[in-house]
């Protein structure tokens, strides 16, 4: 379900669940009596949002590479979740601020190289270089702006998957 949310919604759908639901959920808890932990919380949706967009793409995107292009599928994983946890301890611990901001933002810039080579290389056919997908790393890396123009190449590239079952 999540997996056919992700691959097959319109633009508009993407950029309103990860822009419109950290907007209201703002607009909510600012002016109430919400405690600041609940509210950093909150606000930390939008990021989830983006590291599940960014998994659930860089995982089906590698599947459609050729057996012999196939990037390291294993540290992408890994790293999704380091930086799920290096945001965490960022947001709401009091130790390790260097280095839990240091494995945020690494793991998430290898993240973000993962999606858009993957995403070059399927459309080409071929592994590409690093000039030939830097306009799409930056399109991923500004998810409410990117999805706009990425959104339809990736329905594009799973649109006859659409009618095999999920698992």
């Known amino acids: 379900m999540i997996r056919k949310f992700f691959l097959y919604s319109d633009a508009w759908k993407i950029f309103l669940s990860s822009i419109g639901l950290f907007i209201i959920i703002g607009l909510i808890s600012v002016p109430s009596s919400i405690p600041f932990s609940l509210k950093k919380l909150f606000f930390s949706f939008g990021f989830i949002f983006q590291i599940i ?10 599947s459609k590479l050729p057996a ?19 945001f965490y301890l960022w947001q709401y611990f009091n130790v390790g601020h260097f280095f ?19 995403l070059v290389s399927v459309e080409s056919k071929k592994i ?3 000039y030939d997908y830097i306009n799409v790393f930056y399109l991923v890396w500004m998810l409410p702006i990117g ?3 990425l959104q339809p190449r990736i329905k594009k590239i799973f649109k006859e998957d659409f009618a095999k079952p999920f698992l």
């Not at 967009?53 to 590698?62: K, M, P, Q, R, S």
């Not at 839990?100 to 993957?118: D, P, Q």
């Open 128 to 130: 590409m270089d690093f």
């Open 68 to 86: 012999k292009d196939l990037m390291c599928p294993n540290f992408f994983k890994i790293l999704s979740i380091a930086a799920v946890i290096g």
């Open 53 to 62: 967009w960014l998994f659930i793409l860089g995982t089906n995107l590698n």
């Open 147 to 149: 999805v706009w123009w």
């Open 100 to 118: 839990s901001f240091i494995l945020m933002n690494g793991s998430l810039l290898y993240i973000v190289y993962y999606v858009s080579k993957c």
